[in-house]
């Protein structure tokens, strides 16, 4: 069978999996990689329990599409439908055998299989999740143009099932995640003035998606646009998602002139506004910032989640007020909030930083004991602030740990490790981390050596000026 | 964290990147201890590294010492005795910088 592309696996969706295990199929949803299942009307559980073991040994030998042309695969369909008894009666099993067909085969040839489908099989009668497998197909084609999308789209509203709101979220997502934005807006647009616009999941989706991969123009003309064209405007999870852009790219005019928009239109900031503005603030190395945030939270009467307290101990513990990030651990605590591993770690980080490990490695069996289990950013913080002071052995035995539990070192931390062994003279130890480095898959070879390279240059450097024996 | 390195390794000395992996065709020395005509920088270190753990080579005094028997004298500069330390070192003798 045709390899499935990676952005479809998740899905769960082909043919191989409907054979093997037939009991699991009626989880198996729609051929989409969107993340929105809530839109799908959920399917009955019952019909495909008649898959049933008596044809399983026919099946994986029929179904497999070796070959990509369309006559093999009308061929193989003929026998599969010939040859099977107690066919599916239902839509799931055609559009996974289309979808498998269609994963390496041309737009052109999945719509004359699938008409080929219909007729040789006439009780199939092609659904919306059909078409679907179509319109994921046509965004990827190779054909840089729009065209495909709309021989898809207007092929179903030929059918009698026109796009709706599922339909250009499927365009959109699939046009954006193999690089093709510029025609997912231009999609979008079209569709807006056809009278269906795109909901806000669609909208806040292309906004995200443009943020991270294009310029913050493209962006704003695309916001402009809708609003102007469309009367769509951003709402307050897209003025989130913008600030966070900003904040991301340090652009911190941009994101207070985004927060002044935000109240022009009514909208009052909510936990996760505050949150991404004091994220922004660490971001900017102005981790002391994050109180005068907290302060304006509470004025406005918006309450704190875990995230806020999480992003203001870690803001505080960056800028070297420990004192004030113990503190709020406190409060969180006293606000039912319980502390996870992030705000533990973001702790010891600070503590680390302090130059106080030993308090932090206090920490952790603190937090231990009150059933929060460390994960390897914890251990690695630890590692690089033991390292950094000189508690090699302390060190060690933590590595010991970390080797035990298979936690993966950091590119930070590993680099700090080697060069304190070194620095004692522990060579063939530093050999022996930067063995598991690569055994753990914690850095790439390349990476890992170049590391150990670069320390044994530097050790040698130091031993040649006397530094160290 | 990974990835931004190997991005910052890759931005800040394309050249360096490339000769620690790119396929070398190797003296006859080094041909017959890699049982292969052509190798990587890294692959050669990491293979000697392996070499010398899988025939217990290091000093059991003193781990960062290696003994060298007759086959990695060969090529390391017939040196009876290495330091882990300049290991890296001797091997890259064996990559000269390609002219351009």
Same mark, same amino acid.
């Given at each position: 069978?045709?390899?499935?592309?990676p952005?479809?696996?998740?899905?769960?969706?082909a043919?191989?999996?409907?054979?093997?295990?037939?009991?699991?199929?009626?989880h198996q949803?729609?051929?989409?990689?969107?993340?929105k299942p809530?839109?799908?009307?959920?399917?009955?559980q019952?019909?495909?329990?008649?898959?049933?073991?008596?044809?399983?040994?026919?099946?994986?030998s029929i179904?497999?599409?070796d070959?990509?042309?369309l006559?093999?695969?009308?061929?193989?369909?003929?026998?599969?439908?010939?040859?099977?008894?107690?066919?599916?009666?239902?839509?799931k099993?055609?559009?996974?055998?289309l979808?498998?067909?269609?994963s390496?085969?041309?737009?052109?040839?999945?719509?004359?299989f699938?008409?080929h489908m219909?007729?040789?099989?006439?009780?199939?009668?092609p659904?919306?999740?059909?078409?679907h497998?179509?319109?994921?197909q046509?965004?990827?084609?190779?054909d840089?143009?729009?065209?495909?999308?709309?021989?898809?789209l207007?092929?179903m509203?030929s059918?009698g099932?026109?796009p709706n709101?599922?339909?250009?979220?499927?365009?959109?997502?699939?046009?954006?995640?193999?690089?093709?934005?510029?025609q997912a807006?231009?999609? /979008?647009?079209?569709?807006?003035s056809?009278?269906?616009p795109?909901d806000?999941y669609t909208?806040?989706?292309?906004?995200?998606?443009?943020?991270?991969?294009?310029?913050?123009?493209?962006?704003?003309s695309?916001?402009?646009?809708?609003r102007?064209?469309?009367d769509?405007?951003?709402?307050?999870?897209?003025?989130?998602?913008?600030i966070d852009?900003? #904040?991301?790219s340090?652009?911190l005019?941009?994101?207070?002139?985004?927060l002044?928009?935000?109240?022009?239109?009514?909208?009052?900031?909510d936990c996760?506004?505050?949150?991404?503005i004091?994220k922004?603030?660490c971001?900017?190395?102005?981790?002391?910032e994050v109180?005068?945030?907290y302060?304006?939270?509470q004025?406005?009467?918006?309450?704190?989640d875990?995230?806020?307290?999480?992003?203001?101990?870690?803001?505080?513990?960056?800028?070297?007020?420990?004192?004030?990030?113990?503190?709020?651990?406190? /409060?969180?605590?006293e606000?039912?909030?319980?502390?996870?591993a992030?705000?533990?770690?973001?702790?010891?980080?600070?503590?680390?930083?302090?130059?106080d490990?030993?308090?932090?490695v206090?920490?952790?069996?603190?937090?231990?004991?009150r059933?929060c289990?460390?994960?390897?950013?914890?251990?690695?913080?630890?590692l690089?602030?033991?390292?950094?002071?000189?508690?090699?052995?302390?060190?060690?035995?933590?590595?010991d740990?970390?080797k035990?539990?298979?936690m993966?070192?950091?590119?930070?931390?590993?680099?700090?490790?080697?060069?304190?062994?070194?620095?004692?003279?522990r060579?063939?130890e530093?050999?022996?981390?930067?063995?598991?480095?690569?055994?753990?898959?914690?850095?790439?070879?390349?990476a890992a050596?170049?590391?150990?390279e670069?320390?044994?240059?530097?050790?040698?450097?130091a031993?040649?000026?006397?530094?160290?024996? | 964290?990974?990835?931004?390195r190997?991005?910052?390794?890759?931005?800040?000395?394309?050249?360096k990147?490339?000769?620690?992996?790119?396929?070398?065709n190797?003296?006859?020395t080094?041909?017959?201890?890699m049982g292969?005509?052509?190798t990587?920088?890294?692959? #050669?270190f990491?293979?000697?590294?392996?070499?010398i753990?899988?025939?217990?080579?290091?000093?059991?005094?003193?781990?960062?010492?290696?003994?060298?028997?007759?086959?990695?004298?060969?090529?390391?500069?017939?040196?009876?005795?290495?330091?882990?330390t300049?290991l890296?070192?001797?091997?890259?003798?064996?990559?000269p910088?390609?002219?351009?």
């Amino acid at each position: 069978m045709g390899k499935l592309p990676p952005s479809l696996r998740s899905a769960n969706f082909a043919v191989n999996t409907l054979i093997k295990t037939p009991s699991s199929v009626p989880h198996q949803n729609i051929p989409s990689p969107t993340s929105k299942p809530h839109y799908y009307p959920k399917k009955s559980q019952s019909p495909k329990k008649k898959a049933p073991s008596n044809t399983e040994p026919q099946l994986p030998s029929i179904v497999s599409f070796d070959s990509t042309t369309l006559s093999d695969a009308k061929t193989l369909f003929n026998s599969l439908i010939s040859n099977t008894r107690n066919l599916p009666s239902d839509n799931k099993f055609y559009n996974a055998i289309l979808q498998s067909f269609s994963s390496n085969s041309t737009l052109q040839d999945s719509i004359l299989f699938l008409n080929h489908m219909i007729k040789v099989h006439p009780p199939f009668s092609p659904d919306r999740f059909t078409y679907h497998v179509l319109l994921i197909q046509s965004c990827k084609s190779a054909d840089l143009s729009l065209s495909p999308v709309h021989q898809v789209l207007n092929l179903m509203t030929s059918n009698g099932i026109p796009p709706n709101k599922v339909s250009t979220d499927i365009a959109v997502r699939t046009l954006c995640s193999s690089d093709r934005e510029e025609q997912a807006i231009e999609l /979008v647009k079209e569709l807006s003035s056809k009278d269906s616009p795109p909901d806000t999941y669609t909208y806040n989706f292309i906004v995200r998606h443009l943020c991270k991969n294009r310029p913050l123009s493209t962006m704003n003309s695309f916001i402009k646009e809708m609003r102007e064209g469309f009367d769509i405007k951003p709402d307050l999870v897209t003025y989130t998602i913008m600030i966070d852009n900003v #904040c991301n790219s340090k652009n911190l005019r941009e994101a207070t002139r985004l927060l002044g928009v935000l109240s022009e239109e009514g909208y009052k900031p909510d936990c996760y506004v505050y949150n991404t503005i004091m994220k922004g603030y660490c971001m900017l190395s102005q981790g002391g910032e994050v109180l005068s945030v907290y302060k304006k939270m509470q004025e406005e009467g918006v309450k704190p989640d875990l995230v806020t307290y999480n992003t203001l101990i870690y803001g505080l513990s960056k800028s070297g007020r420990v004192k004030d990030a113990k503190k709020f651990l406190n /409060v969180m605590m006293e606000e039912g909030h319980i502390p996870d591993a992030v705000t533990y770690t973001s702790l010891m980080n600070g503590m680390c930083r302090e130059g106080d490990p030993l308090g932090a490695v206090a920490l952790l069996e603190k937090m231990e004991a009150r059933g929060c289990a460390p994960n390897s950013c914890t251990y690695n913080t630890l590692l690089h602030g033991l390292c950094k002071a000189r508690l090699l052995d302390k060190g060690m035995k933590l590595y010991d740990v970390m080797k035990q539990n298979g936690m993966k070192l950091e590119t930070g931390s590993y680099g700090t490790f080697l060069r304190a062994l070194c620095r004692q003279g522990r060579v063939a130890e530093a050999y022996e981390v930067f063995d598991y480095a690569i055994e753990s898959k914690s850095l790439t070879d390349v990476a890992a050596y170049t590391t150990l390279e670069s320390t044994l240059k530097w050790l040698k450097k130091a031993r040649e000026q006397g530094l160290v024996i | 964290m990974l990835p931004q390195r190997m991005k910052k390794v890759i931005t800040d000395n394309p050249k360096k990147l490339a000769n620690l992996i790119d396929l070398v065709n190797l003296p006859s020395t080094l041909r017959e201890f890699m049982g292969q005509s052509q190798t990587s920088r890294l692959g #050669c270190f990491k293979r000697v590294w392996s070499y010398i753990k899988e025939n217990n080579l290091q000093d059991p005094s003193n781990k960062n010492l290696v003994n060298c028997d007759e086959k990695l004298k060969s090529i390391l500069l017939g040196k009876p005795q290495v330091e882990l330390t300049e290991l890296p070192t001797l091997i890259k003798l064996h990559f000269p910088k390609q002219p351009r």
